[in-house]
Nanobody, 120 residues
Framework: QVQLVESGGGLVQPGGSLRLSCAASGSIFSINAMGWYRQAPGKERELVAA???????NYADSVKGRFTISRDNAKNTVYLQMNSLKPEDTAVYYC??????????????WGKGTLVTVSS
């Protein structure tokens, strides 16, 4: 019904950069907010960055100044530009969206995740 398709993950050296993308498709009236979460092995999933339809953003303290979240509302796509990557950033990154359906309900959706590995 609603799919979040992620791309851009992979292997990168410390100090390098990656750009993640997540495109939402399906039965969507509007998307109230989109964001990126990550989960490392044995750890809880945590918020990395989020952005509302109006452009308001929030970042985890650990990524402030290094990561930038943005979105293209016309394409229902969110991006995460990751610079100055550290080994601690290694995790599975999940796309998240709060989708307002045509009936007025707001439903939370998750992508399947994309692996980011930061290693030399």
């Amino acid at each position: 019904q609603v799919q979040l398709v992620e791309s851009g993950g992979g292997l990168v050296q410390p100090g390098g950069s990656l750009r993640l993308s997540c495109a939402a498709s399906g039965s969507i009236f509007s998307i109230n907010a989109m964001g990126w979460y990550r989960q490392a092995p044995g750890k809880e999933r945590e918020l990395v960055a989020a952005i509302t339809s109006g452009g308001s953003t929030n970042y985890a303290d650990s990524v402030k100044g290094r990561f930038t979240i943005s979105r293209d509302n016309a394409k229902n796509t969110v991006y995460l530009q990751m610079n100055s990557l550290k080994p601690e950033d290694t995790a599975v990154y999940y796309c998240n969206a709060l989708v307002e359906k045509w009936a007025g309900l707001v439903v939370e959706y998750w992508g399947k995740g994309t692996l980011v590995t930061v290693s030399s």
